[in-house]
């Protein structure tokens, strides 16, 4: 059974960067071929997919988010990590960490962490 764990900061001042780790227990995040991803959720909004790191390594980024989003992971910890960089209010939102199997389809996520942007 894979299981995700987010961990970070629960508030975050404006225009600092936000940095969050998922810690994955069961299964090797560098395991073919699955992508680690981070989606948010807003309040009163709907999910919104940020970014991931695939099994190889490779990052892949929101369009929207890109500018200010870096996704990264240490293998030997089998941890990945999100940065989002100069956070406004808006990015107030509780964050996931997911795995994806393809497809946009995720089967394992973690528990969700609440971020609050506010000075």
């Known amino acids: 059974q894979v299981q995700l764990q987010e961990s970070g900061p629960g508030l975050v001042k404006p225009s600092q960067t936000l940095s969050l780790t998922c810690t994955v227990s069961g299964g090797s995040i560098t395991t073919n071929y699955y992508y680690w991803s981070w989606i948010r959720q807003p309040p009163g909004k709907g999910l919104e997919w940020m970014g991931a790191i695939g099994y190889s390594g490779n990052t892949y980024y929101s369009p929207s988010l890109k500018s200010r989003t870096s996704i990264s992971r240490d293998t030997s910890k089998n941890q990945f990590t999100l940065q989002l960089s100069s956070v406004t209010p808006e990015d107030t939102a509780v964050y996931y960490c997911?795995?994806?199997?393809?497809?946009?389809?995720?089967?394992?996520w973690g528990q969700g962490t609440q971020v609050t942007v506010s000075s």
């Open positions: 997911a795995r994806e199997k393809g497809e946009m389809t995720y089967d394992y």
